[in-house]
C-alpha cells in the first residue's frame, strides 16, 4: 500500500529555516518522480518543488520549483532511504500551510501532511 508520511514542520520567525522530511512506503522509491505541494488556509493546493526519479537522463537540471521559492527552496532525495526533503529558507509567513510530498507515478494517493506555520 502507499503511504507517504510527511514530518519536520512547525513553527519558525520569518526569515527562518525548516527541513522537511517525507518517508514512502508501498513502492519503490527511485523509480518515481517527486513533487512537494502546500496548501495554506482557504486556499486551493499548490505545486511547490519537484524532482525526477533515479536513472532519468535530462538535458535540463533533474529539479524544478514554482517561481515563489526558486532559489530559497531546496528539493532532494535519499533513494537508499526512501525519503524525499525540502530544505526551507528564508521563509515567510503567507508560506504558512500543509505541506505535503506526492508521487508522480501515484498522484492519487497524498499523505496527512506537516503543518508549517511562520510567525512572529
Known amino acids: 500500500q502507499v503511504h507517504f508520511v510527511e514530518s519536520g514542520g512547525g513553527l519558525v520567525k520569518p526569515g527562518g529555516s525548516l527541513r522537511l522530511s517525507c518517508v514512502v512506503s508501498?513502492?519503490?522509491?527511485?523509480?518515481?518522480?517527486m513533487s512537494w505541494h502546500r496548501q495554506a488556509p482557504g486556499k486551493e493546493r499548490e505545486f511547490v518543488a519537484g524532482i525526477t526519479s533515479a536513472g532519468v537522463l535530462t538535458t535540463g537540471s533533474p529539479t524544478h520549483y514554482s517561481d515563489s521559492v526558486k532559489g530559497r527552496f531546496t528539493v532532494s532525495r535519499d533513494n537508499d532511504k526512501n525519503t524525499l526533503y525540502l530544505q526551507m529558507n528564508n521563509l515567510t509567513p503567507d508560506e504558512t500551510a500543509i505541506y505535503y510530498c506526492?508521487?508522480?507515478?501515484?498522484?492519487?494517493?497524498w499523505g496527512q501532511g506537516t503543518q508549517v506555520t511562520v510567525a512572529s
Open positions: 506526492k508521487s508522480t507515478r501515484y498522484s492519487e494517493y
Open positions: 508501498g513502492f519503490t522509491f527511485s523509480t518515481s518522480a
